[in-house]
C-alpha cells in the first residue's frame, strides 16, 4: 500500500484544521440521509466522523459508500473541518475513500449481544469503544506501576514461569510435564523477588502468574498478571505505606490521562479522585467484629470470603487495609507477631466497590530455623525450597512485600464488575478460546 507514511492519526487531527489529510482506518457505524453519508471511522487512536457530500465525489464513489459493511477497513482523503457539536471538536469532508480489506457479516453488530457470544468473539469484541477504553487504561495502570518503582529506586526483576515449588499452597497448582520431571506454572514471583531484594534492595516483580482456580467467580482468571515489590530492611508498617502510596499514584495517574475512557465507560471519577494515603488501616480482630456488628457469622479464625470482603469494604470509600490474620490462615513465609504468636504479619488491601481483595502482602520470616518448621507444617518439599532458605542462611534481614492483582485492580478502576472484560484474552476455568 501507498502512503501508508503520510497517514495522519485521529487522536492528532486539532493539528491538521483545514487541511486535507489522509485516515487509516475501519469502518465503526454509518448512518445516511439522502445526499449524505456519515462514516464513523476508527483508527485504534481515535474515532472520528467523515463525512461524505454527493456533490463531492464521483457518482461510484458515492456507490460504494452506501455498500459500505462495518468493519471493513477504509482509506479516507478529506479536509479538517471544526465541528463543535463532536467530541474531538473536527469532522472530516471526505474527498476520496478508498477500500482495504472487505467485512462481510461482521458478527457483532450494535444490538446487544450475550456475554458468551461476546467471549467467543473476543478477538473482534476487542474492537469495540468500551473495549478499546478498558485497555487503554489497562496500559495506563501498567505504565503507571512501573513508573512508580522507577521513580521510587525499585529495580525491575523478573522471575520464572517454570517454578519447581508451590508459593501459595498446593491446592491451586498447575503442573506440567518439564522432560523427565515435573514443574508448576508459578503462583507469585515473590520468592525470587526475596532473593532480588537480597541482591538489589528494592525490587518488583511483574508477570503473568497462574492458579487452577476450580471457582468460577467474577474476580478469579486462571492467568493473571501480578506486580509484586519486595524489599529489604522493611517491617509490615513500611509495607502498608509503600502500598498505599503506590495504589493512590496509579489511579491518579489514570484520572489525569484516561479521563476520555472513564467517561466512555461511564465510571465516576470524584470516587477515584478520593483514593490518596492514607488509607485505613484495621486488624483482622476489628475486621470480625465489624462484620458481627452487620450480622455476618464469621468466627475469629476464619478466612474472610467475598461477601465478608464486600460488607468491610462498604464502611469505607478508599481501600481498606486488614492486617495480622490468624496464622493458620495465611501462607507459610509469614512472619508471625512477636507480640501473638497466633497471628502472621500479613496485610490485605480490600478495594472499595465491592472491588475485592486486591493486595496480599506480608513481612517475611527471617529465621532458618522457624522457616523449616513451617515448611514441614505445610508439607512441602524441602528439597524444592532448600535455595530459599540459603537467603535466610546468608546475610538475613527484615523484609516485606506484596503483591498486586493487575486485573483486579482494572477492574476496580474502570468499575467493571467482572474480570473477564480486564485483560485481552481472558483464561478461565471454563475458558481458553480465543
Ligand atoms: O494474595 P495473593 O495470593 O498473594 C501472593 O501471591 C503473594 N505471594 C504476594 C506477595 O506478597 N508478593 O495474591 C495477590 C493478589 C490478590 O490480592 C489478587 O489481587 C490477585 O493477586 N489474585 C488474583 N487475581 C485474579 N485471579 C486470581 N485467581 C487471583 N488470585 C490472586
Ligand atoms: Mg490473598
Known amino acids: 500500500m501507498k502512503d501508508m507514511k503520510n497517514k495522519v492519526y485521529i ?4 493539528k491538521y484544521a483545514g487541511k486535507t489529510i489522509t485516515i487509516m ?20 487512536s481515535g474515532i472520528i466522523q ?34 463543535k457539536r463532536s467530541t474531538l471538536g473536527y469532522e472530516i469532508g471526505i474527498k476520496e475513500l478508498k477500500i482495504v480489506g472487505e467485512s462481510k457479516d461482521y458478527p457483532i453488530s450494535n444490538k446487544d449481544h450475550g456475554v458468551a457470544f461476546l467471549m467467543d468473539n473476543r478477538h473482534l469484541w476487542l474492537r469495540s469503544s468500551r473495549q478499546v477504553a478498558i485497555l487503554k487504561i489497562r496500559d495506563e495502570i501498567i505504565f503507571a506501576i512501573r513508573e512508580f518503582f522507577r521513580k521510587e529506586g525499585f529495580i525491575s526483576m523478573d522471575a520464572p514461569i517454570f517454578t519447581p515449588n508451590a508459593c501459595e499452597g498446593t491446592s491451586n497448582l498447575f503442573e506440567t510435564n518439564y522432560f523427565d520431571s515435573k514443574a508448576y506454572l508459578t503462583q507469585s514471583g ?45 517491617d509490615l508498617e513500611m509495607d502498608m505505606e509503600v502500598a498505599e502510596n503506590f495504589i493512590s499514584y496509579v489511579v491518579q495517574q489514570v484520572v489525569k490521562n484516561r479521563k476520555e475512557e472513564l467517561k466512555i465507560l461511564e465510571r465516576d471519577i470524584s470516587k477515584l479522585e478520593a483514593i490518596v494515603p492514607p488509607f485505613p488501616r484495621i486488624t483482622y480482630t476489628e475486621a470480625i467484629e465489624i462484620l458481627k456488628k452487620k450480622g455476618n457469622p464469621t468466627k475469629w479464625g476464619e478466612d474472610l470470603g467475598a461477601d465478608e470482603e464486600t460488607i468491610i469494604s462498604n464502611e469505607f470509600d478508599k481501600p481498606v487495609i486488614i492486617h495480622r490474620y490468624p496464622a493458620a490462615i495465611k501462607s507459610f513465609y509469614m512472619k508471625r507477631d512477636a507480640n501473638d504468636d497466633k497471628l502472621a504479619l500479613g496485610m490485605d488491601i480490600i478495594g472499595p466497590e465491592g472491588a475485592g481483595e486486591i493486595v496480599g502482602g506480608s513481612e517475611r520470616e527471617t529465621d532458618y530455623d522457624k522457616l523449616v518448621e513451617r515448611i514441614k507444617e505445610h508439607k512441602l518439599s524441602m528439597e524444592a525450597f532448600e535455595w530459599y532458605l540459603d537467603l535466610r542462611k546468608y546475610g538475613t534481614v527484615p523484609h516485606a512485600g506484596f503483591g498486586l492483582g493487575l486485573e483486579r485492580t482494572v477492574g476496580w478502576i474502570c468499575g467493571l464488575p467482572h474480570v473477564r472484560e480486564t485483560i485481552p484474552f481472558p483464561r478461565l476455568m471454563d475458558r481458553i478460546k480465543p
Open 50 to 83: 467523515c463525512v461524505m457530500f454527493k456533490g463531492d465525489v464521483s457518482e461510484e464513489a458515492f456507490e460504494t459508500a452506501d455498500k459500505l459493511s462495518q468493519e471493513t477497513s477504509i482509506v479516507v482523503i478529506g479536509e479538517v473541518k471544526e465541528d
Open 11 to 14: 487522536k492528532d487531527i486539532a
Open 190 to 234: 515473590q520468592l525470587y523477588g526475596e532473593a532480588g531484594a537480597m541482591a538489589l534492595g528494592k525490587v518488583y516483580v511483574f508477570g503473568p502468574t497462574f492458579r487452577a482456580e476450580k471457582s468460577k467467580t467474577r474476580r478469579h482468571l486462571t492467568e493473571f498478571w501480578m506486580v509484586e515489590p519486595e524489599m529489604a530492611y522493611h
Open 25 to 44: 482506518g475501519w469502518l465503526a457505524n454509518k448512518r445516511s440521509s439522502g445526499k449524505l453519508h456519515f462514516l464513523q471511522v476508527r483508527d485504534g
